[in-house]
């Protein structure tokens, strides 16, 4: 960790990534562009481990329980009470068979299972019920305004969505757990996308929204397996090169889409100014560069 990257810790170990504008973010080197836009030490074991982004406040983190129970503490870079004082948070667990227990109730998430927590629970803690199988809590979290219910989202309760084509590489699935349509929150979106089998492509066609910020987690590769993730302003695009279990943001001006060696899995997530899943402005294929 070089002197840049110690300033960007706060305290109780949340790091802490602050916004770049376009214009930067045009000549930044590769490990510049991985320093601003990668959180790539997600899912360590028996370790809470959370990253603070300026854009729209965003906090994303994961919990791997072993033997003992973890609990969301508050940094103090937040200035709260306790974590949710002031936020809310979406959870899809990753790994084995696992329990979040919210304010002394329960819920049990299976594999690719997720919850919402809402805003005003002071007590969040993570448990696994098989240590030599932990369970892997992914977390994202908005600051909240308004107060929702707890929800437990099993996969299949999800919303299903078909998009794409073999012919273009890109046929996948979406499965939307927290949206206008299904589980309510105040401002986060959120859900994850499979891709089939000899697709590789995700959004793409791409476009940017600009009263969102959003943050992409990928997973299902093979160890030797990458993805290359697209970003930046449509006219200057960069790139960023992403592992298994590695997130990358997104900030409301950038393009965000990815090639895979192979297909891959991705959670997503969104939050801003609105909750619309088709605010999005398209950017025509020919403009990009």
């Given at each position: ?93 990753l790994g084995g068979l696992g329990t979040v227990e919210v304010e002394g109730s329960s819920y049990e998430l299976g594999n690719r299972d997720g919850l919402y927590i809402g805003r005003g629970n002071p007590s969040v803690q993570f448990r696994s ?76 066609p791409v476009h940017t929204h600009e009263r969102r910020s959003e943050i992409y987690l990928y997973f299902d590769l093979p160890d030797d397996g990458v993805v290359i993730h697209c970003l930046g302003r449509p006219q200057e695009t960069r790139h ?50």
């Amino acid at each position: 960790m070089d002197e840049e990257e110690r300033a960007w810790t706060a305290p109780n170990q949340l790091r802490v990534v602050p916004m770049t504008d376009p214009e930067r973010v045009s000549s930044m080197s590769s490990r510049e562009l991985r320093k601003y836009f990668l959180v790539d030490d997600l899912f360590q074991p028996a370790r809470l481990q959370l990253t603070y982004c300026d854009y729209d406040r965003l906090i994303v983190g994961s919990a791997v329980p072993s033997f003992e129970t973890i609990s969301l503490d508050c940094a103090t870079v937040l200035r709260a009470d306790y974590f949710t004082q002031r936020r809310e948070i979406g959870v899809i667990n990753l790994g084995g068979l696992g329990t979040v227990e919210v304010e002394g109730s329960s819920y049990e998430l299976g594999n690719r299972d997720g919850l919402y927590i809402g805003r005003g629970n002071p007590s969040v803690q993570f448990r696994s019920q098989d240590s030599a199988r932990p369970a892997a809590f992914y977390l994202v979290s908005y600051p909240a305004h308004a107060t929702h219910a707890v929800r437990l989202i099993r996969k299949q309760e999800a919303e299903h969505v078909v998009l794409g084509d073999p012919a273009t590489s890109n046929r996948r699935t979406l499965h939307r757990y927290i949206h206008q349509g299904g589980v309510q929150s105040c401002q986060l979106v959120m859900g994850l996308t499979e891709l089939d089998t000899g697709s590789v492509w995700n959004t793409m066609p791409v476009h940017t929204h600009e009263r969102r910020s959003e943050i992409y987690l990928y997973f299902d590769l093979p160890d030797d397996g990458v993805v290359i993730h697209c970003l930046g302003r449509p006219q200057e695009t960069r790139h960023v090169v992403i592992r298994n279990r590695q997130a990358v943001l997104s900030p409301g001006w950038s393009i965000h889409a990815g090639a895979g060696t192979s297909n891959y899995s991705f959670i997503w997530a969104m939050g801003g100014e609105n909750q619309e899943f088709a605010d999005q402005t398209p950017v025509p294929m020919e403009d990009l560069a």
